[in-house]
């Protein structure tokens, strides 16, 4: 299982970005679906989560801002980051966790996308 992520860039204050994450291979039955990032020295948090019970929580920071989508047929998950803020510079990850056909629990990450806000 691969995810593979996209989109990121440098923006100035105020635009706007789409991240994507394709998955690839046999992913299983998804439990939850989420974006992360990791800014420069500070530790990897949770901004959007999408359990499989449908309804996505944001973090406080990105709320109303960022929104979460997904496309089943194509496997792919979004991020619409709009009236971005220099705060949002960091590194953004896709995650995915599932159970295989065993029941275990697996933890799917994608390699990261750097996106820069300038002020």
């Known amino acids: 299982v691969q995810l593979q992520a996209s989109g990121g860039g440098l923006v100035q204050a105020g635009g706007s970005l789409r991240l994507s994450c394709a998955a690839s291979?046999?992913?299983?039955?998804?439990?939850?679906m989420a974006w992360y990032r990791q800014a420069p020295g500070k530790k990897r948090d949770a901004i959007a989560v999408?359990?499989?019970?449908?309804?996505?929580n944001y973090a406080d920071s990105v709320k109303g801002r960022f929104t979460f989508t997904r496309d089943n047929a194509k496997n792919t998950m979004y991020l619409q980051m709009n009236s971005l803020k220099p705060e949002d510079t960091a590194v953004y990850y896709c995650?995915?966790?599932?159970?295989?056909?065993?029941?275990?629990?697996?933890?799917?990450w994608g390699q990261g996308t750097l996106v820069t806000v300038s002020s």
């Open positions: 995650n995915v966790q599932s159970t295989d056909w065993w029941g275990r629990l697996n933890d799917y």
């Open positions: 999408l359990p499989n019970t449908g309804t996505t």
């Open positions: 291979g046999s992913i299983g039955r998804i439990r939850q």
